[in-house]
Structures are given as C-alpha cells and as structure tokens.
Nanobody
C-alpha cells in the first residue's frame, strides 16, 4: 500500500502561483509514476500532469507552459508548480501514484480576484 498526503493548496489571484506537494509513504518502491488530477465543480476528474520514475513528464494541454511537475526521490515527494494561474484552474487537486492506483485526500486550489 501507498499513502499520499498533499499540501500547498489555497486561494490566489489570477496570474499568481502556488506549489503543491505530495508526500508518499508505505511501499514507495512500488511507485513507477506520480501525478496530479483535478476536479472542478460539476466536471469530471481530469489528469493534469504525471512524471515517471525515469523522469518522463506529460501535461494536459490546458496547463502546458504554466505547470511543472517534479519529483524528489530522496524525500519521496512530488511537486506541482503552478504559475500564471487562471480562474479555470480552480479545482480540488489530487495526488496519485501509479495513475489511479493510489489517491491523496485532495487539496483545494481557488483562483479568484
């Protein structure tokens, strides 16, 4: 089993930045990818970005050039740096391991003036 704990959500004005963190524990040697999904009110949950153990990254088109996913293996932590935030980025953000195998509890990100 893998446990994931997110932090770093909050409220920011349009154009601002936030960094989300996701600390993994448990059977971390089984993790081959970590990622972030988000779910906005009334919408389906969508994949935002992921990073593999080899360092390969992938982003949804809506966040390319604004968000950066990274992973610190020594700290068993993944990060999502979010810049140039837009109101449409408002959602609950979930950290995952091995895509949909393990989920964190979610952290709210609100972009509003």
């Amino acid at each position: 089993q893998v446990q994931l704990v997110e932090s770093g959500g909050g409220t920011v004005q349009p154009g601002g930045s936030l960094r989300l963190s996701c600390a993994a524990s448990g059977n971390i040697n089984s993790i081959y990818a970590m990622g972030w999904y988000r779910q906005a009110p009334g919408k389906e949950r969508e994949l935002v970005a992921y990073i593999t153990s080899g360092g390969t990254t992938n982003y949804d088109d809506s966040v390319k050039g604004r968000f950066t996913i990274s992973r610190d293996h020594a700290k068993n932590t993944a990060y999502l740096q979010m810049n140039s935030l837009k109101p449409e980025d408002t959602a609950v953000y979930y950290c995952t391991a091995n895509f949909k195998s393990y989920w964190g509890q979610g952290t709210q990100v609100t972009v509003s003036s």
